[in-house]
Structure formats: C-alpha cells, structure tokens
Nanobody
C-alpha cells in the first residue's frame, strides 16, 4: 500500500513562488516514480513534472524553466518548487506515485496512487 499526501497549496500573486511537498508512505518510496499533475476547471488532468526512482526528470513545456521537481528519499518526500507563477498555473495540483517500472508521464493513468489534490491559485 502506498499513501500519498500533498502539502497545502495556497494563493499567490503572479510572479510569486510556491513550494509543494508530497509525502509518500510505504517502504517502496525509493523505488517509486513521483509525478505532479494539475487540473484546471473544465480541463483534463495534465502532467507538470515527473521524477523517477533513478532521478530522471520530465517537465511539461509549461513548467520548463520555472518549476523544479526534486525528491528526498530519506524523508520519503517529493517536492515541486514553482517560481514565476502565472495565472494560468491556477489549478488543483495532484501528486502521484507508483513503484512499478516504466511509468509513462504522458499518461496520468499510469500512476496507481494519488493524493487528494491541493489548490493553487495565482492572481494577477
């Protein structure tokens, strides 16, 4: 069993920063890929970033240069540092984890374990 829990999101002004954390319980964290996805109203869930157990990182084009994903295996936690936030970054952000190999970040259904989501609101 893998339990996933995101930190509380928040509201920031455009240009600001926010850091999300994702606690992943279970003894498989070191083997887990961790992904951040987001879903805005009336839109499909989309990839923000993924980091594999080997440390391979994928970013969506919208996140490149502004967001940084990282993981601390000692703390069983993944992070998403978001800088230069834009109003279009407003969404519910979800953390996902899965210990299986070959997780395809382009398909959020690849992940078997999800947090409850946390709201990030960026105002102009």
């Amino acid at each position: 069993q893998v339990l996933v829990k995101e930190s509380e999101g928040g509201s920031v002004q455009a240009g600001g920063s926010l850091k999300l954390s994702c606690a992943i319980s279970g003894r498989f964290f070191g083997n887990c890929a961790a992904g951040w996805y987001r879903q805005a109203p009336a839109k499909e869930r989309e990839l923000v970033s993924q980091i594999t157990s080997a440390g391979t990182i994928t970013y969506a084009d919208s996140a490149k240069g502004r967001f940084t994903i990282s993981r601390d295996n000692a703390k069983n936690t993944a992070y998403l540092q978001m800088n230069s936030l834009k109003t279009e970054d407003t969404a519910v952000y979800y953390c996902a984890a899965d210990p299986r190999n070959g997780i395809d970040p382009r398909r959020h259904t690849s992940y078997g374990y999800w947090g409850q989501g946390t709201q990030v609101t960026v105002s102009s």
